[in-house]
């Protein structure tokens, strides 16, 4: 089975802290993913990866900049928190090819006061 | 603009029915469709998909019906149980060119015992 591990599930962070919230994924996918889910909104892409130093911008990538430096890994960074960024926060991976599924890690609830 | 709709923000259904969860799409570029399944306090799991050149998946007690013309999907349960109680999200893709799922708002289901 597929493994996405997010390495925080609640995390409180102050306005204007940076924030790193790190995803790992243990079956070798080319692609990654960061969403998040607030109510009525569903799940919004900010970034994803389709290789190694690899990104593109999703639909609201404002306030948002992400990392992979190795495969399996791929980090997200609020770069000066805000309030409006207190979110669920979804890390996905999948193998090439646009019909492949994404699998999701359990989500970090992060909340910025 | 919300490319893809769940226009029913909930559902209740008793044990042994059958539950219908709708999406709408307005894009009519999409001709790849999933259905997930969310748990609170988990990821979001693939449940089943169908591609623009079927009408209609099926995978147990889940079938997934698409009609292009009317760029409708609906998810029918066929019977619900109590475990099927969750947040279902239908999401779309297409291809070639991308690998952005657009998720819709998500539809919370209640399987009453």
């Known amino acids: 089975d597929v493994k996405v591990t997010q390495s925080s599930r609640y995390l409180v962070k102050r306005t204007g802290e940076k924030v790193f919230l790190e995803c790992v994924q243990d079956?070798?996918?080319?692609?990654m993913f960061w969403y998040r889910q607030d109510p009525g909104l569903g799940l919004r892409l900010i970034y994803f990866?389709?290789?190694?130093?690899?990104?593109e911008k999703g639909d609201i990538p404002e306030g948002y900049s992400v990392s992979r430096e190795k495969k399996e890994r791929f980090s997200l960074i609020l770069e000066s928190a805000s309030t409006n960024q207190t979110s669920m926060y979804l890390c996905?991976?999948?193998?090439?090819?646009?019909?492949?599924?994404?699998?999701f890690g359990n989500g970090t609830r992060l909340t910025v006061t | 603009d919300q490319q893809v709709k769940q226009n029913s923000p909930s559902l209740s259904v008793q044990e042994g029915r059958i539950s219908i969860l709708n999406c709408d799409y307005t894009?009519?570029?999409?001709?790849?469709f999933l259905w997930y399944k969310k748990y609170p306090a988990e990821g979001p799991t693939f449940l089943i998909s169908?591609?623009?050149?079927?009408d209609k998946n099926e995978d147990g007690r889940f079938t997934v019906f698409l009609n292009k013309s009317a760029k409708h999907l609906s998810l029918h349960i066929v019977p619900s149980q109590p475990g099927d109680s969750a947040v279902y999200f239908c999401?779309?893709?297409?291809?070639?060119?991308?690998?952005?799922?657009?998720f819709g708002t998500g539809t919370r289901l209640k399987v009453l015992a």
């Open positions: 990866s389709y290789d190694v130093k690899m990104k």
């Open positions: 894009n009519s570029m999409f001709d790849y």
């Open positions: 169908i591609s623009s050149i079927k």
């Open positions: 079956m070798d996918h080319e692609n």
């Open positions: 996905a991976s999948s193998p090439p090819g646009p019909s492949s599924p994404l699998h």
């Open positions: 999401a779309a893709s297409s291809f070639p060119g991308t690998y952005k799922y657009i």
